[in-house]
């Protein structure tokens, strides 16, 4: 793991169309400004610590590209008519399936994690695991059938106010 | 060092079913991100995090067991996610300073 770096995951929202948005912030305090773009116009949702990171494999000194990357989310899916909840229901109690976000919930943009990323981060994951461990199988975001359907766990610092 | 010999020596109290296994390291964290890039597979996660993102980074981390310091418990979602999943989560009394010197003491690193 290479260029780790603190800073905010932001998740906003149009209001409009529903569509979500994430974005990678390093600025010292989470940006909350409501903003137009286009035909959305983006509202804060949450701001919660977090870190980005690249992968370099230390054998040949390759990079991943993890640049679109704005997230991790622990996959909680197991809807049929949702690609990764099916994925869920095959595997059952195999793995545990986590999903690379990107910034844009939508795919309008056509980017997401790339492939070449997606294939690091589960070598990754699954490097030092023990023997009989469930293992780590991520997945791009694009896969997803509805941001708001298909749910799970961000990994982000939430929850340290209760601390 | 065994994990029961970990819960005897410690007195740690077992929040959820768990399996006798090796435990090679410990890591010290309240924070989910932090989990992710530098706790070791196996390792005894000690934290005062009872989020359910401390669930979500222990397990893509392969975290051996789990320990609440301070008298600090997850909620029963939290604890249903952990057993999904099949990482031991234990409580001690212990504030994470005193519980980190024990641990020491039986000759963790």
Known sequence: MTDVRGGFLVIEGCYHCGARSSFFSTEPVAPIDEYRD????????????????????????????????TGLMMSLCEDPECEIGRLALRLGGQASIYVALCGDSSHESGRCVSDEGIVALGEYFNQGRRPGRRRIVVVPCRLRSDADCCRGIVISDAGLIEL | ???????????????????????????????ASDIITGAPAGCLLLTLQTHKNLIAAANVVDAGMVVFGHDKR??????????????????TGDDTWTYALRLFDLGMR
Request: proline content about 4%; hydrophobic content about 40%.
């Open chain 2, 74 to 91: 997850p909620s029963d979602d939290v604890l249903e996610l952990a057993g999904r999943v099949n990482i031991p989560l234990f409580c």
């Open chain 1, 38 to 69: 286009g035909r959305h116009i983006w509202e804060y949702l949450s701001g919660d610590q977090a870190v980005s990171f690249g992968l370099r494999c230390d054998a040949c000194g390759q990079t991943a590209d993890l640049s679109a990357m």
């Open chain 2, 1 to 31: 060092m065994k994990m029961s010999e970990i819960v005897e020596k410690t007195g740690l109290e077992a929040l959820s079913a768990w399996e006798d296994g090796d435990i090679p390291g410990v890591y010290v964290s309240d924070m």
